[in-house]
């Protein structure tokens, strides 16, 4: 009989089939050209809804809060994301930490709209990511290069985001970031079959993927850009560096007027390529966020935790860090 | 057959409307493609796409865009080729239910087309699905050399967050049809509707939640539904009474929980004059048919106003 469908949860007789490659990838593919932004409680999420958000990551804490505070980050109380889930009719997102697939379990059974596998929360496995295949809900993960964001894909993530440095309001690693992947793609579109073999040897990346990425000239996924934009410029200049979409994570709510910043950064998202009306929606906001100039020298650092990257000469050495949020680190963007 | 090049534009406020460009690009070199992003950008094009995205969103930001509501609509209207997948078919819809209570005005509406659509029957993404649906109708023109075949198999329906259509008023063709259970949240939108409709009251939007109560045990409860009348119209007391005078006017018969298990037999695609809408993507699908069905329209309307 007909009547069940994927709203059960169930392969109903009709045909229906939830938890696809295709929807998980899907979704990604409808949040295009929109702005994500990180919100902390219902009234932030209302504000991001009507600010013209195409989906809020449900967090308690936003990044530059877990860059001050430290101490070890995890997985939002479900309570506060089933709120904010309630209260918002646009997609909400969650993170869990990086290899923590029981945080990942509870965050599917809130029956969230994507998991955020993110750095910026601290490492559960230093070595393993989760094998997100396992997941009907669908992944987002964030990349630096394009090995780390087909590792990601061969993982099942349904998205990428640029890494960047979350939390500090500063656009130079996102650029970076972007930057990186994008030079990755062109040189792999005229590479030759023969060099594409290596070219997946030396990205430790899966041959399929580096092909497909060679064959189309664009990653498997959409790639959004991600850790430190802070103004409606930031915005428009990672969309013009060709990233499919933005999250903000701590530039709207550490901002001076939050809502005003939020309007415009969804317009300069939409309009990224008319510098009139990136002109317009710079104008009057009010102070950004404070940020960090200074990213080398700050003592947190989100963007190099990956984990599973070997060093084929051995053990790679442990980074000596301090503060707050230190890790062991393997393998720095600035090296 | 014709071998005359068209243009296509593509709604890119947000969403997938590269995926529709891609897909109408692979389907015949004589079809270009263009992003609308302002109402200038309407002038010189055969046809249009709203595509998925989402709706909310899409709404905001096209209000945020001088004219372009107010262009769009007197295109659609004047009876040139539109399709809308998704939100895009949210958006051409006269009536809509289950939009953000947190946006003071509801859901923009561009309208054209007479159905009732609720915003995200199926449930949130954990639920989007894929599943056969009837296959599209065969082009009325073909552009030369389009290879597109039309042999009646049931076409992949990608159904992301979707919407579905309630109910379609006269005059609009019905083109695919699907029976599924509506989500938890959509359920409570739909009784509350049913109430409405018993009481006589008109509803042209009608949003989610405003505020919610958690029950003990967890389970969520949805209080307080909002309603919304003409989305350009600023005073909320007014269009309550508005909408309560014209009550008589209108006839909504909501499709019935065909047994036990709630689920309803809801519409998928329509077609109204030039106007098609999905509740599905086929831009995503990896098969091209709604598109050569779409060109065909568009070529239909070319050659009607030659």
């Given amino acids: ?335 | 057959m014709s071998s005359e090049p068209i243009t296509i534009g593509v709604l890119a406020l947000q969403g997938a409307f590269e995926e529709h460009q891609r897909s109408l690009e692979a389907l015949s070199p004589l079809i270009r493609t263009t992003q609308i992003r302002t109402p200038d950008q309407l002038a010189n094009i055969d046809g249009i796409i709203l595509p998925g995205g989402e709706s909310t969103a899409m709404g905001l930001i096209g209000d945020s865009t001088t004219g372009l509501w107010e262009a769009l609509r007197s295109y659609v209207h004047s009876g040139k080729p539109t399709w809308g997948t998704c939100a895009g078919m949210i958006l051409l819809a006269e009536r809509c239910v289950g939009t953000s209570a947190v946006i003071t005005k509801g859901q923009s509406l561009i309208g054209g087309v007479d159905i009732l659509v609720c915003r995200n029957y199926f449930g949130s993404q954990i639920s989007s699905f894929e599943m056969g649906t009837p296959a599209p109708p065969k082009p009325a023109v073909k552009l030369e050399g389009m290879k597109e075949e039309h042999d009646g198999k049931a076409f992949p329906g990608v159904f992301i967050r979707a919407p579905a259509i309630l109910t379609a008023g006269p005059g609009v063709e019905i083109l695919g049809k699907v029976v599924a259970v509506p989500c938890r949240a959509a359920a409570v939108v739909l009784q509350e509707l049913e109430r409405k409709i018993e009481a006589g009251e008109t509803v042209v939007q009608m949003g989610v939640v405003d505020a919610l109560e958690r029950k003990e045990g967890g389970g969520v409860c949805y209080t307080n539904v909002r309603l919304h009348k003409d989305v350009n119209s600023t005073n909320f007391e007014e269009e309550k009474k508005e909408v309560n005078l014209m009550h008589e006017q209108i006839n909504i018969d909501l499709p019935g929980a065909s047994d036990e298990t709630n689920a309803r037999e809801v519409i998928c695609a329509v077609r109204k004059d030039n106007i098609l809408c999905t509740a599905f993507h086929p831009e995503i699908a990896d098969d091209l048919r709604w598109h050569s069905y779409f060109v065909g329209l568009v070529l239909e309307s070319k050659q009607v106003k030659a």
């Fill in chain 1, 1 to 335: 009989m007909a009547g069940t469908n994927g709203a059960n949860g169930s392969n109903g007789s009709n045909g229906a089939t939830i938890g696809t490659t295709k929807v998980k990838q899907g979704l990604a593919q409808m949040l295009k050209g929109g702005v994500i932004m990180d919100v902390m409680n219902v009234e932030q999420a209302k504000i991001a809804e009507a600010a013209g958000a195409v989906a809020v990551m449900a967090l308690e804490r936003i990044p530059a809060d877990i860059r001050r505070d430290g101490g070890v980050a995890r997985m939002s109380d479900p309570a506060m994301i089933l709120e904010i889930k309630n209260a918002v009719t646009i997609p909400v997102m969650a993170k869990a930490r990086i290899g923590h697939f029981v945080e990942a379990q509870i965050l599917e059974a809130c029956e969230i709209d994507y998991i955020d596998e993110s750095e910026v929360l601290t490492m559960a496995d230093e070595v393993n990511h989760i094998d997100k295949t396992q997941f009907n809900v669908p992944f987002v993960c964030g990349c630096r290069n394009i090995g780390e964001a087909l590792r990601r894909c061969a993982e099942g993530a349904a998205m990428l985001r640029t890494k960047g440095e979350a939390g500090t309001g500063n656009i130079v690693e996102a650029v970076r970031h972007a930057r990186t992947v994008q030079s990755d793609i062109k040189r792999l579109s005229c590479m030759t079959k023969d060099e594409l073999f290596v070219a997946a040897k030396n990205l430790q990346a899966p041959y399929e993927l580096v092909k497909y990425v060679a064959d189309n000239g664009r990653l498997p996924v959409v790639n959004f850009a991600a850790g430190g934009v802070a103004t409606p410029a930031d915005a428009a200049l990672m969309m013009q560096l060709g990233m499919d979409g933005v999250f903000v994570g701590s530039g709207i709510f550490k901002s001076a007027n939050p809502e005003a910043r939020a309007k415009a950064i969804v317009k300069a998202v939409t309009h990224y390529k008319d510098p009139k009306i990136l002109m317009e929606c710079s104008t009057g906001l009010g102070p950004a966020m404070v940020g960090i100039s200074d990213i080398r020298g700050d003592p947190v650092n989100f963007r190099d935790r990956e984990g599973g990257e070997s060093n084929p000469d051995g053990v790679p050495p442990k980074k000596v860090l301090h503060g707050a949020t230190e890790t062991k680190l393997y393998g720095s963007s600035w090296n």
